[in-house]
C-alpha cells in the first residue's frame, strides 16, 4: 500500500527538482526572485529587465530603437509564460497522483474499523484520551501546556500524579547543564531500591564526575584522587571500570586527550547517563521509559492495517460479532519486543488468553489455570488439579501478577 505512494511521491519531487525547484512548495518564493535577477532563472531575469525600462521610460515617448526592444521583450515573456505555464502542467499531473495514489491506498474513514459497542462510553473515552496526552506532556517535560489542558478540560489531577514528573524533568534540566548534583541527591536517596533492579546509575553517576574533575587538568588530580573514594561500595561490580578510570591519572600532567584514555572526555558519556537515569527512575517509580500515548500511536500505525484488512473479511463473508470486547482481537498482530511490557499467559484450560477480570491463579501444587477455569472445575466445595491428583481448596489459589 505504501509502495504505491511511495513510488508516486518520488516522482513528484524528481519532476519538481528537475526544474530548479526545491520541496516542499512553501520554500519557492518566486515573487521574491524577482528583485534579486542575480539568483532567478532566465526567464525571472526579462521580466526584472522589462519592468525596470518600463518604470524609467514613463511618461515619455519611446524611440523607434526602445519600441523594438520593447516589443521583442513582450515577445519573449510571452513565449516564456507559455513555457512555464506548460512546465506547471507537468508538475500538477505528478502533484495529482499522489493524491490519487493515497486516495486509493488509505481508508478515509478508519473509525469503522471496530464497533462502538466494544469500547466504552464516549466521555469515558474522552476522559482516558486526555489523560494520555496530560501524562505524555508531562513526561516530555511541556508543564506548562499540560497545565493549560488541566484547566481547560474537566480532568482533575491531583499532586501525586505530577510529583514524580515534575522531579523526573528537574534532574533531566540539571542533567543536560551537565549538573550532576540533583541525580547524585535523587540516587543516594533511593540507593536500596536501585540495587534490588541491579541498576549502576548511582556508579555511573560518581564516574562522570570523576571524570569532570580529570578533564581540569593536573589542578584538580587531588580532588580527583579524593573523590574516588565514591567508587569503594561499587569495587566488587564495576572493578574493570574503576582501574581504568585509576590509571587515566597516570597521564594526567601529559594531558588525557592524547593518552589512550582520551575516550573518557567523550561528550556521549552525557547523553548515556540522562537515558540511563530516565530509563531507572521511571522502573523505579512505575512508569514507563514512553509515554502510553506515544506507544498507543505507534502500536496502531502497526495494527490499523490488519484490522482494516480482517474487517473487509468480515464484511464480504458477513460475519457479525467476531469482535465484541475489548481486552481481545479478533486477530494476533505482531508489534515486535518493544511493546511488551509483561508476560502473557494463556490458560491451558480454556485455550484463553488471562486478562484483569480473569487472572491466572497458581494452586497449591504449583500448575497455574484462569480463574474462570478454576471456578468451572469446583465440586463440592473442592477442587481437584487437572494436572495432578492433589485435591485443594479453592480459596488457596493465590492470583499471580506477571
Known amino acids: ?33 524577482l528583485s534579486h535577477p542575480s539568483r532567478s532563472r532566465p526567464s525571472r531575469h526579462l521580466l526584472f529587465v522589462f519592468v525596470r525600462t518600463h518604470s524609467a521610460v514613463q511618461g515619455t515617448p519611446l524611440s523607434a530603437t526602445l519600441s523594438l526592444v520593447m516589443s521583442q521583450c513582450c515577445r519573449k515573456i510571452k513565449d516564456t509564460v507559455q513555457k512555464l505555464a ?17 486516495d486509493r491506498n488509505f481508508d478515509s474513514e478508519i473509525c469503522g474499523v471496530v464497533s462502538d459497542a466494544v469500547w466504552d462510553s464516549r466521555e469515558k473515552q474522552q476522559q482516558t484520551l486526555q489523560m494520555a496526552i496530560l501524562e505524555h506532556l508531562y513526561q516530555q517535560g511541556m508543564l506548562s501546556v499540560a497545565e493549560e489542558l488541566c484547566q481547560e478540560s474537566t480532568l482533575n489531577v491531583d499532586l501525586d500524579f505530577k510529583q514524580p514528573f515534575l522531579e523526573l524533568n528537574r534532574i533531566l534540566e540539571a542533567l543536560h547543564e551537565q549538573d550532576l548534583g540533583p541525580a547524585l541527591e535523587w540516587a543516594v536517596s533511593h540507593r536500596q531500591r536501585l540495587l534490588e533492579l541491579n541498576s549502576s546509575l548511582e556508579f555511573k553517576l560518581h564516574r562522570l564526575q570523576f571524570i569532570r574533575l580529570l578533564a581540569g587538568g593536573p589542578e584538580k588530580q587531588l580532588e580527583a584522587l579524593s573523590y574516588a573514594r565514591h567508587f569503594q561500595p561499587f569495587a566488587h561490580v564495576h572493578q574493570r571500570e574503576i582501574q581504568v578510570m585509576m590509571g587515566s591519572l597516570v597521564y594526567l600532567q601529559l594531558g588525557l586527550e592524547k593518552s589512550p584514555y582520551c575516550h573518557l572526555l567523550d561528550n556521549s558519556h552525557w547523553a548515556e547517563i540522562c537515558e540511563t537515569f530516565t ?66 499467559f494463556a490458560c491451558p484450560i480454556l485455550r484463553q ?45 493465590k492470583r499471580i501478577i506477571f
Open 279 to 344: 530509563r531507572d527512575a521511571c522502573s523505579l517509580l512505575g512508569l514507563s521509559v514512553e509515554s502510553p500515548l506515544s506507544v498507543s500511536f505507534a502500536s496502531g500505525c502497526v495494527a490499523l492495517p490488519v484490522l482494516m484488512n480482517i474487517k473487509a473479511v468480515m464484511e464480504q463473508r458477513q460475519c457479525s460479532g467476531v469482535w465484541s470486547h475489548k481486552d481481545e482481537l479478533p486477530i494476533e498482530i505482531e508489534l515486535g519486543m518493544k511493546c511488551w511490557y509483561h508476560s502473557v
Open 86 to 102: 506548460s512546465d506547471h502542467k507537468d508538475i500538477h499531473s505528478s502533484v495529482s497522483r499522489v493524491g490519487k495514489a493515497i
Open 1 to 33: 500500500m505504501g509502495s504505491t505512494v511511495n513510488r508516486a511521491w518520488r516522482s513528484c519531487c524528481t519532476m519538481w527538482a528537475s526544474y530548479g525547484l526545491s520541496w516542499p512548495a512553501q520554500d519557492i518564493d518566486i515573487l521574491g526572485t
Open 353 to 397: 488468553q488471562t486478562s484483569d477480570s480473569n487472572p491466572p491463579i497458581k494452586l497449591i501444587c504449583g500448575h497455574v489455570i484462569s480463574r474462570d477455569a478454576l471456578n468451572k472445575l469446583i465440586n463440592g466445595g473442592k477442587l481437584k488439579c487437572p494436572y495432578c491428583p492433589m485435591e485443594q481448596n479453592p480459596a488457596d489459589g
